[in-house]
């Protein structure tokens, strides 16, 4: 079974400038994830969708990210203009379910990251 | 609001010791993963813990839940290079229609030869 993939895997840009990572999740998972993991920290939830609807993005600095998630399977996340406190690990995850019954099928599995510095 | 936090933040230790990691978290929750990360890769889970004292073992590693105590354990027996890693505990919040993955701070494993 294929795993979440995402590219680019590295991206260097200059502050204020635009980037746009993109993730296509496990197939047939309903629920994907972007994450944002500042080096020595572990990861913090930025947005969740649950098929192509938001389901949380309270973490989500709204004024220069955004998401979408438009037939609900790829996914893009987009920062502009970029700061430099972006530079980070941006994860990005998926599972079959969500919802309060627990088990395997809600496990997030993630893909491999885009690194991201911010120069 | 919940917060996760794990103990030791780094461990170096012999092969062949036994040590435990410890992750606490600040309100209730009874469903808890444990997941590994190696250096420059992503994260790959270990276990999930879905009650009050579960107990998952595989290989070496054995993670266990404590809901009242709001304490998670992993503990290496026999410790060996390859589990060299990071490991981070993340608990469940619960919240309407979602739920959210809160991770701890992580715990930076170091096994000496």
């Given at each position: 079974e294929a795993g979440v993939a995402q590219s680019p895997r590295y991206k260097i840009i200059e502050k204020r400038q635009s980037v746009a990572f993109w993730c296509n999740p496990i197939s047939g998972h309903a629920t994907l994830y972007w994450y944002q993991q500042i080096l020595g920290q572990g990861p913090k939830l930025l947005i969740q969708f649950q098929n192509n609807g938001?389901?949380?993005?309270?973490?989500?600095?709204k004024d220069r990210f955004s998401a979408e998630r438009l037939k609900g399977v790829d996914s893009t996340l987009k920062i502009q203009?970029?700061?430099?406190?972006?530079s980070a690990v941006y994860l990005c995850a998926s599972s079959f379910t969500v919802g309060t019954?627990?088990?395997?099928?809600?496990t997030q599995y993630f893909g491999p990251g885009t690194r991201l510095l911010v120069l | 609001e919940l917060k996760v936090e794990q103990n030791p933040l780094f461990l170096s230790m012999q092969e062949g010791k036994n040590y435990t990691i410890y992750c606490n978290y600040s309100t209730t929750s009874d469903r808890l993963y444990w997941y590994r990360q190696d250096p420059g890769k992503s994260l790959e889970s270990l276990f999930v813990l879905l009650s009050n004292g579960a107990v998952k073992q595989e290989g070496r590693l054995m993670a266990s839940l404590d809901t009242k105590a709001r304490l998670s354990t992993l503990h290496i027996t026999a410790?060996?290079?390859?589990?060299s890693a990071t490991y981070f505990c993340a608990v469940v919040r619960f919240g309407g229609a979602t739920n959210k993955l809160i991770f701890g701070t992580g715990t930076l494993l170091a096994v000496q030869p």
């Open positions: 938001v389901v949380d993005d309270s973490q989500l600095p203009p970029a700061k430099l406190e972006d019954s627990g088990g395997a099928s809600e | 410790a060996v290079h390859d589990l």
